[in-house]
């Protein structure tokens, strides 16, 4: 059973820089990818960024594209976020996601099966 914990959130200034973590603690070889979303007061939740285990292909949404990097640690079953150049419209709650593969795209919030319980992410100006 898939078990995500993330850590890093916190409170940055803008241009600051976070890494979030995610700990999949249940993975199997049967986590095909593993992404991260994230929802500011009053949107809907939003795809960020997504890493696939077999090969390391990565995904991001455009906004993000040159700022935030993912990636992943099989040894520590862990994926990364780090958010650099960080900007206030930032700010939002993120959360982990990890699939067995779906039907659905990585860019889906029905692309996946589990979540963590999200961490806090604030950009002042």
């Known amino acids: 059973q898939v078990h995500l914990v993330e850590s890093g959130g916190g409170l940055v200034q803008v241009g600051g820089s976070l890494r979030l973590s995610c700990a999949d603690s249940g993975r199997t070889f049967s986590t095909h990818a593993m992404g991260w979303f994230r929802q500011a007061p009053g949107k809907v939740r939003e795809f960020v960024a997504a890493?696939?285990?077999?090969?390391?292909?990565?995904y991001y949404e455009d906004s993000v594209k040159g700022r935030f990097t993912i990636s992943g640690d099989n040894a520590r079953n862990t994926v990364y976020l780090q958010m650099n150049s960080l900007k206030p419209e930032d700010t939002a709650v993120y959360y982990c996601a990890a699939t067995r593969g779906t039907v659905y795209t990585l860019y889906s919030l029905r692309g996946y099966e589990s979540w963590g319980q999200g961490t806090q992410v604030t950009v002042s100006s």
């Open positions: 890493f696939v285990w077999s090969g390391g292909s990565t």
